[in-house]
């Protein structure tokens, strides 16, 4: 499956977007939440934003050969933005590329 950009956003309102009065790690108080932790249990929308990270991390860093991300704070979108072209992107998906089903890493 496949989303559009409407349909992610639609997705991670659905599972992560949060309402009410939240306090805030700088101390500062916010009516809205968007809690990663809950749209990162989803794999479609893990999925699609791995694709999205995978995209630009290759357009701006063509010759990157490595991706890293902050212990806790984005091990699920680094490790699904690493492997969108394998195991992550079903076939006929657009971005999916040869082997997109496989298990390999490499």
């Keep these: 499956v496949c989303m559009t950009d409407a349909e992610l956003k639609a997705a991670i309102l659905e599972f992560a977007y949060l309402e009410g009065e939240f306090v805030l790690r700088s101390g500062r108080t916010s009516n809205y939440y968007l809690?990663?932790?809950?749209?990162?249990?989803?794999?479609?929308?893990?999925?699609?934003?791995?694709?999205?990270?995978?995209?630009?991390?290759?357009?701006?860093?063509?010759?990157?050969?490595?991706?890293?991300?902050?212990?806790?704070?984005?091990?699920?979108?680094?490790?699904?933005?690493?492997?969108?072209?394998?195991?992550?992107t079903p076939v006929g998906c657009p971005g999916a590329a040869a082997g997109a089903n496989s298990t390999s890493t490499e």
């Design 35 to 88: 809690d990663k932790y809950r749209f990162e249990t989803q794999p479609e929308i893990l999925r699609e934003l791995g694709k999205r990270l995978a995209a630009t991390a290759a357009e701006r860093e063509p010759e990157a050969e490595l991706l890293a991300g902050p212990e806790l704070g984005a091990v699920q979108l680094t490790l699904a933005a690493r492997w969108p072209a394998v195991a992550l």
